[in-house]
């Protein structure tokens, strides 16, 4: 007698191979580093989260915002994301050295998270004459005091400057950003880190909400200060790591997909996701 033919073998090693590479915001703004991961790396399969019920982050504590993050973290892990990209400063100032060292370890030691702090300060130095740059970013990002650490490592030469932006953020997720009303925030904080260092020639948006800021920005600023956002820096950034870690990059899927979801209600998500990714998109509701 002919046995009959299962499939159901073939579907869960389909399961298997959809290891998709997660990119994790507490809102909205890490969808501008997705935007430009998925510009130079559109053969992989993504998963995004933001964590908008939570959301902000920047004024959290450390404790706060580390035990959000890690559960985000578990989450993609449960989704078979073997890489997690932390696209979210705040989480990769206040969470992400415990997660790499005390976390992974434990519950998952062949998987990797990954922050925008590294990658950015790596490089930074590179693009200034004066040796005086400025960083622009939230409360939380500002007080970690991250990047003067890590930037320290790589160009000691490097004065680094810090403002903190509280209100840009809200300005951006309240889609005030463009609006007249955003001038007056944004020249206030252009001014007071120039007033610390009238010298800098490079100004750092340490925040993944700032981008959607860069032509109020640059209008208010003056001439011969560069602009630098974080996106095409991370995205090439995880291109060399992957490159780097062939182990890793064949653990990752290829499939070209993308999901998206939140922590808060889709529909809200959808209407202000595209002001962030530049396309509409479709999201999903997960209970964490």
């Given at each position: 007698?002919?046995?009959?033919?299962?499939?159901?073998?073939?579907?869960?090693?389909?399961?298997?191979?959809?290891?998709?590479?997660?990119?994790?915001?507490s809102?909205y703004?890490?969808?501008?580093v997705?935007?430009?991961?998925?510009?130079?790396?559109?053969?992989?399969?993504?998963?995004?989260?933001?964590?908008?019920?939570?959301?902000?982050?920047?004024?959290?504590?450390?404790?706060?915002?580390?035990?959000?993050?890690?559960?985000?973290?578990?989450?993609?892990?449960?989704?078979?994301?073997?890489?997690?990209?932390?696209?979210?400063?705040?989480a990769?100032?206040?969470?992400?050295?415990t997660?790499?060292?005390?976390?992974?370890?434990r519950i998952?030691?062949?998987?990797?998270?990954?922050?925008v702090?590294?990658?950015?300060?790596?490089?930074?130095?590179?693009?200034t004459?004066?040796?005086?740059?400025?960083?622009?970013?939230?409360?939380?990002?500002?007080?970690s005091?991250?990047?003067?650490?890590?930037?320290?490592?790589f160009?000691?030469?490097?004065?680094?400057?810090?403002?903190?932006?509280?209100?840009?953020?809200?300005l951006?997720?309240?889609?005030?950003?463009q609006?007249?009303?955003?001038?007056?925030?944004?020249?206030?904080?252009?001014?007071?880190?120039?007033?610390?260092?009238?010298d800098?020639?490079?100004?750092?948006?340490?925040?993944?909400?700032y981008?959607?800021?860069?032509n109020k920005?640059?209008q208010?600023l003056?001439?011969?200060?560069?602009?630098?956002?974080?996106?095409?820096?991370?995205?090439?950034?995880l291109?060399?790591?992957?490159?780097?870690?062939?182990?890793?990059?064949?653990?990752?899927?290829?499939?070209?997909?993308?999901?998206?979801?939140?922590t808060?209600?889709?529909?809200?998500?959808?209407?202000?996701?595209?002001?962030?990714?530049?396309?509409?998109?479709?999201?999903?509701?997960?209970?964490?």
């Open positions: 007698m002919k046995k009959p033919h299962h499939r159901w073998g073939f579907f869960v090693v389909f399961l298997s191979m959809h290891a998709p590479i997660g990119i994790f915001d809102g703004g890490g969808l501008t997705m935007k430009e991961i998925l510009h130079k790396l559109p053969q992989y399969d993504y998963i995004y989260l933001g964590d908008n019920a939570r959301a902000p982050y920047g004024n959290r504590s450390f404790d706060t915002v580390y035990h959000y993050t890690l559960q985000c973290v578990k989450w993609f892990f449960d989704q078979g994301c073997p890489l997690v990209i932390l696209a979210c400063n705040t990769s100032a206040k969470a992400l050295r997660i790499q060292q005390n976390d992974l370890p998952a030691p062949s998987n990797r998270v990954l922050g702090i590294r990658p950015t300060s790596e490089i930074v130095g590179t693009f004459q004066n040796k005086k740059i400025g960083i622009l970013a939230t409360r939380g990002t500002v007080n005091e991250s990047y003067r650490i890590e930037i320290d490592k160009f000691p030469e490097v004065e680094v400057h810090q403002e903190a932006c509280p209100m840009w953020v809200p951006v997720e309240n889609n005030e950003h609006q007249p009303g955003a001038d007056y925030f944004i020249q206030q904080h252009l001014n007071r880190i120039l007033e610390k260092q009238p800098i020639d490079l100004l750092l948006l340490a925040c993944t909400h981008p959607l800021l860069m920005i640059r208010f003056p001439s011969g200060i560069q602009v630098m956002s974080q996106g095409p820096i991370v995205a090439e950034s291109a060399d790591y992957l490159q780097r870690h062939p182990e890793m990059e064949s653990r990752c899927s290829k499939g070209g997909s993308r999901q998206f979801f939140t808060d209600d889709p529909n809200d998500f959808n209407s202000q996701a595209s002001i962030f990714f530049g396309e509409r998109l479709q999201s999903q509701h997960v209970a964490l």
